[in-house]
DNA sequence: CGGTAACTTGAAGATGCTCAACTTGAGTGG
DNA sequence: CCACTCAAGTTGAGCATCTTCAAGTTACCG
């Protein structure tokens, strides 16, 4: 089986084991896995992308060497939900840590155009809206202490969804950097807002497992009301 | 005509001069007009509200007033995708100039079960998530006239898409207030970006009417590339 | 156990904010 | 048509947040 071989990878990361692979089982689709290293190029053409283990991100860099993320994906999400609906997407995706996706070619995905199917993506992507739009005020109006305790509080509420957190604490090995390039700000100040959130005894980060000290507390530093991730509980 | 009735009147903004009604008319559906002063709330229960003129935006307050707005609604823009699709929307949305809405009830979309008009609704919500990842990138990566910039050029694409751009000038009555609200700024600082793009030569404003003097200076000044905008032309 | 990526810390500087005063301009009523 | 009013725009000065640059230190991986 797919979850006990990864579980028995004693370092690898937020395995989702509520087995996101059901979906291609439930439109009876045929998915190949593929294991890929941290920092990498995921995306590979005429497939889509399931994230079945690890953490991955949507990103783009400017012409100078700006890099924005716009997304991050965690086990059960599908990296690219466009390229199923429309052919296409106009970002790419990185590995954070090292993945495990599962692979699905686009030409069987629309032999079997299945109702169900198209629904429950665009259910997907109304909710990653909510979250690009949480983002775009993160972004906009709160500072970076902020930023960054409403991140760790979506990420705690999205890890918790799919059965990946252990009291508060969950598995985190995402880098300073790509959490700088997440939040809109630099390595070296996101270094000095996670040591501001230890100093005030919110978080704990030890051996890639952040802990969410006082969740009550970094909730309402971020001002994070969960409604947005609530409404589509998303099954699929 | 409504068309013709609102272009009588000298000073009202950015009508569609394509008919965005048309909306309405191919689906069939009744659609009331109501015209609405500006920097007010626009959604009322129970309907959907379609943009006919002027300018909208949909918004966040945060609890001590700072304020994100997520999205700018130009004529033909749905303000509300997901009150149909969803049955919900999670924010609020405000008039930024006075406009002209045309509202349709939630249950006689619901009765007819279109399929061609979930999928265009669907369609539009996959263009406005392209829009939130571009804005995304400018919150995050942008300094304020970048960030302006990109703007006027994403407004300037829109705009002319629904056929309200001559020559390069439009008309544009936001208030600096409402900008800084949407870039993440302070009016004050969305004053000084202007004033630079002006003395650059980049930009004329006058009687409410934006005139770009140098579009593809500004294009590369914002890294601004309309693939994003372009790739689902969406009718409907 | 050596090498490299990631993290940490300090100091100086840039971008953008706050506060405050003033100017301009659009809409209103006399 | 003018005076009045209030919202919007403009400008200056000082300050906060965050950046840049640079020099370590730690921790992971082969």
Sequence with gaps: MLTAQI??????PTVHPASPEGFARRFDLPMRERSIPKQQDLLLP???HLLLAGQACRNRV??????????????????????????RADYAVNTLTRCTVGEIPLARIAALDHH?????LNRRLRREEAIAREWIVSLGRRVGIERMAHLLCELHWRLAAVG???GDSFEMRITQSDFADALGLTSVHVNRV???????R????????LTL??????ERLAQFDPAYLETSAVPV
Tied chains: 1, 2.
């Excluded at 919110?202 to 497992?209: A, E, P, Q």
């Excluded at 000290?213 to 970094?218: E, F, N, S």
């Design 116 to 120: 169900d199917l198209t629904d429950a």
């Design 213 to 218: 000290l006082d969740r009550p507390r970094l």
């Design 194 to 200: 996670l040591k501001s959130l230890r100093d005030s």
């Design 164 to 166: 990946l957190v252990i």
């Design 46 to 48: 005429d497939l889509a």
């Design 7 to 12: 579980n028995g990878l004693t370092d690898f």
């Design 62 to 87: 400017l012409r100078d060497g700006r890099r924005q993320i716009t997304a991050i994906l965690i086990p059960g999400d599908i990296c690219d939900p466009e390229a199923i609906l429309a052919q």
């Design 202 to 209: 919110l978080i704990h980060l030890h051996g890639g497992r």
